[in-house]
């Protein structure tokens, strides 16, 4: 073999062994962007998604599902959809509750509460609590009016028990409810809710605390698991960094 041949394969060699680290080092630097990303999606715990329902038994099921971050003490980014019980649009999603997350922990029980507005107020009593009743008269109160003027607004509220390290849905009859404040309605000044445990006085049919009959029907609590394609992908990519590292030690 000449000289100059020898030279030719030993520029070629070197450039492959360029090659497969430029290759190399691009395929370490996409795996490091992904890992990272997923550090950062899991920097604020666990995420969880919600979805609580309300059987309306004079008008359709009130649904929320949504969203939320848990990180062993504090409960953040909470947010989702409910349909509104007021627009005669069965289960379309159409109000969007982000706004004003607020949270209580009482020992192991964390309460949460997520708004359609920047703001807490929902009722004429000043508050978003479905079950405090308004006074009319000084003898007559009646829960779930809308203030004058109305800010048109709604909430969703439901907690669970922490207890374990697990996030058990609990306070179902006791916590979870809703109100919607939102105009366009079928009840004039009154807001549509409902709250407590289903009641059966007459054995016909069930009736709930709301204004009209609803009751708080389930709560359903669960892990939003990282996706195993995600996994699967980095776990393929580390594999590409080290058998590329072999074929140019290979070389």
């Not at 019980?85 to 949460?112: Q, R, W, Y």
């Not at 800010?151 to 969703?156: G, I, Q, R, S, V």
Request: hydrophobic share 45%.
């Amino acid at each position: 073999m000449t000289f100059f041949n020898l030279w030719k394969v030993e520029l070629l060699y070197h450039l492959r062994v360029l090659k497969m680290k430029h290759i190399q080092k691009n395929l370490f630097l996409f795996l490091l962007f992904i890992l990272t990303n997923i550090s950062i999606a899991n920097a604020n715990g666990v995420t969880y998604s919600v979805e609580g329902i309300f059987s309306e038994p004079n008008a359709y099921d009130t649904v929320f599902t949504g969203t939320f971050d848990w990180d062993g003490a504090t409960l953040t980014n909470l947010q989702g959809v409910m349909n509104s019980s007021m627009s005669f649009k069965e289960h379309e999603p159409n109000l969007s509750l982000s706004n004003n997350l607020i949270t209580n922990l009482d020992g192991s029980i964390v309460t949460a509460s997520i708004f359609l507005n920047p703001s807490s107020i929902v009722f004429a009593t000043g508050g978003y609590d479905a079950s405090e009743e308004f006074m009319l008269t000084e003898t007559v109160g009646i829960a779930g009016m809308a203030p004058t003027p109305n800010p048109n607004n709604a909430y969703f509220t439901f907690s669970f028990d922490t207890a374990g390290g697990e996030l058990t849905p609990t306070g179902i009859g006791s916590t979870m409810q809703y109100g919607d404040c939102m105009p366009a309605g079928m009840m004039g000044s009154f807001c549509m809710t409902a709250f407590g445990d289903a009641k059966d006085p007459d054995a016909s049919r069930l009736t709930g605390e709301g204004t009209m009959s609803g009751f708080s029907s389930s709560l359903t609590i669960s892990a939003v698991p990282v996706p195993a394609a995600v996994w699967l992908f980095g776990t393929a990519l580390a594999g590409l960094v080290g058998v590329s590292r072999k074929r140019v030690l290979a070389a």
